[in-house]
């Protein structure tokens, strides 16, 4: 994955009914962690990493980046968003080469079953639309990810192909911003 290319970063926090969007600070270290090591976060992302080795590596302000949202529900990371720029070589592109922008998500489970993660992926991809009116955006997700899936249909993606990779079948799919209303 690499950056997502010129947006204005970072936003001001962005209020939903419930979550807040913001950058990450050093506060949610402990949580991020938990994400990276959570066995059922990571059941179809290649497994849990190493606790130890993330205490080392991850640096104290994490996943600091454009693109990058931490979700926070009275004052408590939940989990994150990533707007990407998707990287050319993959396979499952809708415009090749052009850099397009892929979505991803990661809740802790306690979060999960709430709608929280449909609340916060519509607000990102709001703030998308009005940062690159007009583009898309992609997500690529093992078919066998329920609850992804379920996700990526109520936000509105659309599937435009499936694909073996990682020894599992992937799902590919495009959102696209509405049309400007005036
Ligand atoms: C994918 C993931 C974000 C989905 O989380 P989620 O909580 O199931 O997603 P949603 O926010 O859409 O919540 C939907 C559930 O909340 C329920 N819900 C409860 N209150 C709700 C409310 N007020 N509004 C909407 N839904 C509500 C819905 O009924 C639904 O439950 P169901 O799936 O059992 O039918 C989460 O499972 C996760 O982080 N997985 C691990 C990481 C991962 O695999 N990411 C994919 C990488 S591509």
Redesign the pocket.
Known sequence: MTELGPVVWPPAPIRTERLVLRESEARDRAAVIELFTSP??N???GGPRARDELERTVPEVPGRRPGLFVVEVDGAMI?TIELNRRDAEHRGQVRPHAGEAEL????LPE?????????ACAAALGWFADARPGAPVV???QTA?D??M??AA?LGFTEVQRFEEWGAEQWFGVWSPPAPSD
Do not use: M
Request: proline residues 0%.
């Open positions: 059922e976060v059941a179809y992302l989990g991803g998500y990661l809740f979060a999960w079953g709430r709608g929280y993660a449909t609340e997500l690529c997700t990810n609850r992804s379920r996700l109520k």
